[in-house]
C-alpha cells in the first residue's frame, strides 16, 4: 500500500522554536507539497518540489522554507514558530494525475 | 491566480433527500478532484475527473465536470449519516507543472 507518512501526528511548540516537519513518501512520485489547512479557508500551498535539490514558493511562503535533499523525503521547516503558524500541516505527493495526502500533522504554537 | 469557490459552504440535509455541490474556478483545466475528510482525518480521494464532460459515479455520489463553464457539480443521491463529512474539491491547473488548488470545503450534515 502506498504511502505518504508525517512523522508527527500532534505537535506542541513555543513561540520562536525552530520546527521541523517531516514527510516521507514510498511510491518514488517526483512531485511533493505541502499545505496548511484551516477552517474556512480550504488547504493552502506553502511550497512544493518537483524534483531534489528543488523548491518553489506556493501562496503563502511567508514564515516558512523546505528543503529537499532526497527524492522521497520532503521537509517543512517554520524558522522561528509564531502562534499564527498554529494550524493543520498536510503533505502531498504527486506523479501524474494521482495525488497522495499525508494524515497530517497538528501544530500548536503556544 | 487560480481561485477555487465551492458553494454552498454549509449544508444540513435530511437523510433520503438529493442535493448538489458547486465548484467553480477561474481559470482554463481540465483536471478536477473531489475529496472527503472527516474531522481529525486527511483527505481521502473520492474522484478525479480528467476531461470535459467527464462523469464518474460511486455509490451515492455522482462527480461531473464542464470545463466550458469552467463548473463541477458533486451530486448527492438519497443522503445517508455515514456522508456526514467535509468535501473539497481542487484543481490543477498544469500551467507551469502540476499543483492543486483548493476550495473552501463544505461541510454537510446528514440528519436522520
Known amino acids: 500500500d502506498v504511502k505518504v507518512t508525517q512523522s508527527s501526528r500532534y505537535l506542541v511548540k513555543r513561540t520562536g522554536e525552530k520546527v521541523f516537519l517531516e514527510c516521507v513518501q514510498d511510491?518514488?512520485?517526483?512531485?511533493m507539497f505541502w499545505y496548511r489547512q484551516d477552517p474556512g479557508l480550504g488547504l493552502r500551498l506553502i511550497y512544493f518540489s518537483y524534483d531534489v535539490k528543488m523548491k518553489e514558493k506556493g501562496d503563502i511562503p511567508e514564515g516558512y522554507s523546505v528543503s529537499r535533499e532526497k527524492k522521497e523525503r520532503f521537509s517543512l521547516i517554520l524558522e522561528s514558530a509564531s502562534t499564527n503558524q498554529t494550524s493543520m500541516y498536510l503533505c502531498?505527493?504527486?506523479?501524474?494525475?494521482?495525488?497522495?495526502f499525508g494524515s497530517g500533522t497538528r501544530l500548536t504554537v503556544v | 491566480e487560480l481561485k477555487v469557490e465551492q458553494n454552498p459552504l454549509f449544508l444540513s440535509m435530511q437523510e433520503g433527500k438529493n442535493y448538489t455541490i458547486y465548484c467553480n474556478y477561474s481559470?482554463?483545466?481540465?483536471?478536477l478532484y473531489w475529496y472527503r475528510q472527516d474531522p481529525g482525518k486527511s483527505l481521502e480521494s473520492l474522484f478525479v475527473?480528467?476531461?470535459?464532460?467527464a462523469v464518474k459515479q460511486e455509490g451515492r455520489l455522482m462527480a461531473s465536470l464542464d470545463t466550458k463553464a469552467r463548473l463541477s457539480t458533486l451530486h448527492i443521491t438519497a443522503a445517508v449519516h455515514d456522508l456526514s463529512a467535509t468535501y473539497f474539491c481542487a484543481v490543477d491547473e498544469r500551467t507551469s507543472g502540476s499543483r492543486l488548488t483548493f476550495g473552501e470545503g463544505t461541510q454537510l450534515t446528514v440528519n436522520p
Open positions: 475527473l480528467l476531461s470535459n464532460g
Open positions: 511510491m518514488d512520485h517526483e512531485n
Open positions: 481559470t482554463t483545466s481540465d483536471r
Open positions: 502531498a505527493s504527486s506523479s501524474g494525475p494521482g495525488y497522495t
